[in-house]
């Protein structure tokens, strides 16, 4: 079992910046690959970003390219999501996520965190 907890959601303005991180317990974390996916209200869940176990390899949405950045510290057993240049249509639940496969794919990923609200206002 890998239990996953997000924190670092909040409200902010359109421009602004939030870093979000997710900590593991559990199982050995270095060993997942890991993603951020978000849902806004009466839409399906969608792909963010991804990180592969190691940090070798990074994915992210075409909607997030360029705006945020995707890492982890495994010593912290932790990934973290840095979100600049934030627009309103960035407002969803954000929700961190832990597979053995990864990529953009929800069903990869087996262990999924409660989710943390980012609100961007305009």
């Known amino acids: 079992q890998l239990q996953l907890v997000e924190s670092g959601g909040g409200l902010v303005q359109a421009g602004g910046s939030l870093r979000l991180s997710c900590v593991a317990s559990?199982?050995?974390?270095?060993?997942?690959?890991m993603g951020w996916f978000r849902q806004a209200p009466g839409k399906e869940r969608t792909f963010v970003a991804a990180?592969?176990?190691?940090?070798?390899?990074?994915y992210y949405g075409d909607s997030v390219k360029g705006r945020f950045t995707i890492s982890r510290d495994d010593a912290k057993k932790a990934v973290y999501l840095r979100m600049n240049s934030l627009k309103p249509e960035d407002t969803a639940i954000y929700y961190c996520?832990?597979?053995?496969?990864?990529?953009?794919?929800?069903?990869?990923?087996?262990?999924w965190g409660q989710g943390t609200q980012v609100t961007v206002s305009s």
């Open positions: 559990g199982r050995s974390f270095s060993s997942w690959s």
């Open positions: 990180i592969s176990w190691g940090g070798y390899t990074t």
């Open positions: 996520a832990a597979g053995s496969a990864g990529g953009a794919d929800y069903s990869n990923y087996n262990y």
